[in-house]
């Protein structure tokens, strides 16, 4: 059974940076594509970055810049998420999921596409 889990979210000061990392056990991750999603309490999940199961095509969602950058190492099984510059406006919980499949641009950032989630990782931003 897939088993995600995240870490690296903590509280910080605007402007500084936080790499988030999603541990992937349970199957072979390179057959998963993976996405990166977040959501502030009250509000519906909302995609970040995809990335394929090669790691050879990424995506960000209409709603982050590039201070996010989502990366993968399939030798170590795990999903990252780069994320510079922070702003108060990105403290959210961040949550890792995985997709049966080489690529996610199919299933875009909805979430319904997407089998396994991990328990979520929060990220707290003060100004």
């Known amino acids: 059974q897939v088993q995600l889990i995240e870490s690296g979210g903590g509280s910080v000061q605007a402007g500084g940076s936080l790499r988030l990392s999603c541990s992937f056990s349970?199957?072979?991750?390179?057959?998963?594509?993976m996405a990166w999603f977040r959501q502030i309490p009250g509000k519906q999940r909302e995609g970040v970055a995809r990335?394929?199961?090669?790691?050879?095509?990424?995506a960000l969602s209409d709603f982050v810049s590039s201070r996010f950058r989502i990366s993968r190492d399939n030798t170590n099984n795990t999903l990252y998420l780069q994320i510079n510059s922070l702003e108060p406006e990105d403290t959210a919980m961040y949550f890792c999921?995985?997709?049966?499949?080489?690529?996610?641009?199919?299933?875009?950032?909805?979430?319904?596409?997407?089998?396994?989630w991990g328990q979520g990782t929060l990220v707290t931003v003060s100004s």
């Open positions: 349970g199957d072979i991750f390179s057959y998963y594509c």
């Open positions: 999921a995985a997709r049966a499949s080489r690529s996610c641009q199919t299933a875009g950032f909805t979430p319904t596409m997407y089998a396994h």
């Open positions: 990335i394929s199961s090669s790691g050879g095509m990424a």
